[in-house]
């Protein structure tokens, strides 16, 4: 059994509010009592893309276990690479990583585009996580930070993963995919993709709001209490969610 920790959108933007969320969730996983096999974050690391603010997240974001981090819409790829990667210049290529936790591969793929809201795994992405899954050696879990599928939340819709059918392809082509994790929704949600199940995980800063729950554009609670989720790994392949929040 392999058991994954998922936070996503913390949104450090320099003030103690997001600064305390991200304490408390990070002090409440690192509490808890059962092994944990590593960590990922899904994104949306700093508000601005400030170098400030990642030299904030860098120190918040310290766990007791393996940990993974991959950029969202909200972050500087540069800055990003200089304080999660000790990179002294800082590029502006996607970031993609790998993570082997537990007997599990975790391939996490850079979807940002510079400037814009939307994702896209470009085709050097898509040819590294091909790669990545053919060489694991055991389950693989594909993490990154914009949805490939709706989730009938339209603000969140609008600027989800461009040409998901790429992906579709890659992961159709790979049983030993037995999951898709994401962020950028602000919203704990389960769906399906090329006949694996996505899951998005809550937000750290917010909570978003389904049509039916509030007209606001955006749907944004910002009193909700902070979230994480619990990705259990059986010894069958078998992908099982739990999600949670830290009063």
């Known amino acids: 059994m392999i058991t994954l920790a998922h936070i996503s959108d913390v949104h450090i933007d320099g003030a103690p509010r997001s600064a305390e969320r991200v304490e408390r969730v990070v002090r409440h996983l690192s509490g808890l009592a059962g092994p944990i096999d590593a960590v990922l974050v899904t994104g949306d690391i700093a508000d601005h893309g400030a170098a400030e603010e990642y030299e ?21 790829r540069p800055e990003f690479r200089k304080a999660f990667l000790g990179e002294a210049d800082g590029g502006a290529e996607p970031i993609n990583q790998v993570l082997e936790a ?14 814009k809201n939307e994702g896209h795994l470009d085709d050097g992405t898509l040819r590294w996580l091909a790669g990545v899954v053919e060489s694991a050696p055991g389950p693989v879990l594909v993490g990154m930070h ?3 599928v709706p989730i009938q939340i339209p603000y969140v819709d609008e600027i989800g993963l461009l040409e998901p059918e790429r992906l579709e392809e890659v992961v159709r082509a790979y049983p030993q995919i037995v999951g898709i994790l994401v962020g950028h929704a602000h919203t704990a949600t389960a769906t399906m993709f090329a006949g694996r199940p996505v899951y998005v995980a809550p937000g750290v800063v917010s909570q978003a709001l389904l049509p039916q729950e509030s ?20 010894d069958d392949g078998r992908l099982t969610t739990h999600a949670r929040v830290v009063p």
């Not at 120190?59 to 972050?75: A, K, Q, T």
């Open 215 to 234: 007209p606001a554009i955006p749907p944004v609670d910002f009193d909700a209490p902070p979230g994480f989720a619990l990705h259990v790994i059986s």
């Open 102 to 115: 537990g007997g599990a591969t975790i391939a996490l793929c850079d979807s940002s585009i510079p400037g």
């Open 56 to 76: 904030l997240a860098r120190e918040l974001l310290r766990f007791p276990y393996p940990s993974i981090v991959c950029p969202g819409n909200h972050d500087s």
């Open 146 to 148: 914009h949805q490939p």
